[in-house]
């Protein structure tokens, strides 16, 4: 019986039914009761019009299995159907997903509370961005830089997002897009990426937030290793990415992005520059661990980020 009302999808889904079905599928009842629910969720999962169920199971569920699983679904759909979509679909999943994400990444309590759930929503609009970005979504990063500015914990999640994107573009986009669409993105993040710079440069400087600095410097992380030198070299990036290194908590972060520097072809032209960073960190190294440590005690002594 509860099969068959969750399958008849001709008027909005029994959210409480499939939150029971989904933690009987995770919970630790009889394998019978496991494989009842597994089928059932595998029919839905086939059903082509599921995912217009997708915003009224997300509203409405107290289950963060079935908030995953109903986004499993739409990101189906957004990677091999979103093309053939009516555009008021289309913009009414991008409206949607950007605004739950807004707000639940606006409240401190409520971003921590929904971590897991909010990541998923970010992978979740870099899927549409790789589709709507830039022709139908010129404004995106514009957007994005704003709202990173009207508060710390969005901010935070802004830099998530472009972290992500980058991934998607340039590690892991071969089998999913076009050579061609790969190079528009890659064109288009060349060219915005001022504001992404700028953004950058002013949590940097500005922000006492451990998590948000982390957080930009894992972004920066992302971006060194193709974006224009002049940002890297004619810039106080450098400058301030060595500021970070003595720091413990930021030590790892800032030696992957100045270990990503270090390993860039420019020639001769920012070699003065390349010298003055060199020069520095070895310094701070120095005061880090001194000459004449003992390596193998430090590391058995360390903590486990200090060995890493």
């Known amino acids: 019986m509860a099969a068959e009302k969750l399958r008849d999808l001709s008027k909005p ?26 089928q059932i969720l595998r ?10 169920q997708v915003v009224h199971i997300l509203q409405n569920s107290q289950n963060l299995n079935t908030k995953f699983f109903a986004l499993q679904v739409l990101e189906s759909v957004i990677k091999y159907r979103w093309n053939a979509l009516p555009v008021e679909q289309r913009d009414g999943i991008k409206n949607y997903i950007s605004d739950v994400i807004v707000q639940l990444s606006s409240n401190e309590d409520s971003f921590r509370r929904e971590r897991l759930y909010v990541n998923k929503l970010n992978i979740i609009l870099v899927q549409v961005l790789k589709h709507e970005w830039p022709a139908r979504w010129q404004s995106f990063v514009p957007d994005l830089v ?12 802004c ?7 980058s991934e998607e573009v340039f ?10 669409k790969i190079k528009e993105l890659k064109q288009s993040l060349n060219s915005e990426f001022q504001l992404i710079h700028e953004l950058c440069l002013y949590v940097l400087s500005a922000s006492q937030r451990t998590e948000l600095i982390r957080a930009t410097l894992a972004t920066l992380h992302a971006f060194l290793s193709w974006i224009p030198l002049g940002y890297i070299f004619e810039s106080p990036l450098l400058e301030t990415l060595l500021k970070f290194f003595p720091v413990a908590s930021y030590r790892n972060l800032t030696l992957q992005c100045l270990t990503e520097v270090a390993a860039l072809q420019f020639g001769e032209y920012y070699d003065m520059q390349y010298v003055k960073m060199y020069t520095v960190f070895m310094g701070q190294l120095q005061t880090i661990l001194p000459p004449g440590t003992n390596i193998p005690d430090a590391y058995a002594n360390g903590s486990s980020e200090e060995q890493v």
């Open 146 to 157: 704003s709202a990173a500015k009207s508060s710390e914990t969005i901010c935070e999640n």
């Open 159 to 165: 830099m998530a997002i472009l972290k992500l994107l």
């Open 171 to 180: 590690d892991f986009s071969r089998g999913e897009m076009t050579q061609q």
């Open 43 to 52: 029919e839905l999962q086939n059903n082509p019009d599921l995912w217009l």
């Open 13 to 38: 889904i029994d959210v409480p039914l499939l939150d029971a079905t989904v933690a009987a599928f995770y919970g630790t009842g009889s394998k019978e009761e496991r494989s009842a629910a597994d």
